[in-house]
């Protein structure tokens, strides 16, 4: 059974940088693609950033294209989101998701198992 464990999270000021991470067990992780979604009061998860298996294709939303990587880590079975000049519209609770299908079309709905997600707060 795949077992996700996000950390990282908390409160920040506007501008400044936080660096979430995942840690993977019980599944060949290397073997996966894995992504990063957020989910914000009153709205619907979205999907923010996601990376092949091997680590060599990415893939960003739009609005954080620039100032998000992903990256992650095979021999530790960790993936990474590195988040630079947050904003408050950045605040929401964010997602760590393992993922069969192809990286670039991940989506919430394709098939895959969820972490149990991280608050990020983003102060103005």
């Known amino acids: 059974q795949v077992q996700l464990v996000e950390s990282g999270g908390g409160l920040v000021q506007a501008g400044g940088s936080l660096r979430l991470s995942c840690a993977a067990s019980g599944h060949a992780f290397s073997s996966y693609a894995m992504g990063w979604f957020r989910q914000a009061p009153g709205k619907e998860r979205e999907f923010v950033a996601s990376v092949n298996a091997g680590g060599g294709s990415r893939y960003y939303a739009s609005p954080v294209r620039g100032r998000f990587t992903i990256s992650r880590d095979n021999a530790k079975n960790m993936v990474y989101l590195q988040m630079n000049n947050l904003s408050p519209e950045d605040t929401a609770i964010y997602y760590c998701?393992?993922?069969?299908?192809?990286?670039?079309?991940?989506?919430?709905?394709?098939?895959?198992?969820w972490g149990q997600g991280t608050q990020v707060t983003v102060s103005s």
């Open positions: 998701k393992s993922d069969t299908g192809d990286p670039q079309w991940m989506t919430s709905s394709t098939p895959g198992s």
